[in-house]
């Protein structure tokens, strides 16, 4: 399944109830979730123990705003807006963690 | 003149995701016509504001981030970053698109306790 975060993973639960949840799948960091993609961040541990179970993308259009394109994790798959049609349409369900 | 105040703006919000940064500036702004003696903090993912190299044409958002360039135009020149914060995201001195002042978590709860007004975005 895919599951979709938008909150920043340094000041919102969010992300990490997911990482505690998610069984596999597709993990798609949008918003201010993108934050989580980034090297030297304080959660970058978390996501990349995470990355074994689950494949992780990021959309880069929001990557980009934030000024962070070049500092993304590596092994993280960078998706645009038809990127990010072609996981809802690949995946049987979704769940945003809102 | 004895009628300025100080008032600082705690800034603790990413920016994009909520409209909280952009709402800051437009206020600071503002404030710095009146002629007050203005502060900026920025705490937690507030530092992400500064970031340089922001790129908002895929987001078809405003890029404000060039506006903290134009604040010391405004008399706007105190400019402070909690370190913990940056460090916490990877980011140093280098990164931000203005010159700024890095303090510890310590001496920005003792700047904050100094000032008449703390303005919180």
Known sequence: MLHIVNKSPLTSTTLESCLNTAAGGDLLLIEDAVYAATTGSAFEGKLKA??????????????????????MIEGISPVDYAGFVGLTVA???CQSWL | ?????KFMFVNRKAPYGTIYALESLEVVLITAAFDQDVSLAF????????KKGQQTKGIETKNFSPTYRALEDYDVEKLYVEKEA?????LSEE???VDVTVLSRAEMGAMMDEQDVVLSF
């Open chain 2, 43 to 50: 705490m937690d993912d507030g530092v992400y504001q500064l």
């Open chain 2, 1 to 5: 003149m004895s009628d300025v105040k």
């Open chain 1, 91 to 93: 995946n049987k369900n």
């Open chain 2, 95 to 97: 990164d931000f698109i």
């Open chain 1, 50 to 71: 995470a990355m074994g179970r689950l494949k992780v993308h990021v959309l880069m259009p929001d990557l980009e705003a934030r000024g962070l394109a070049d500092r």
């Open chain 2, 86 to 90: 940056m460090e916490a995201r990877g």
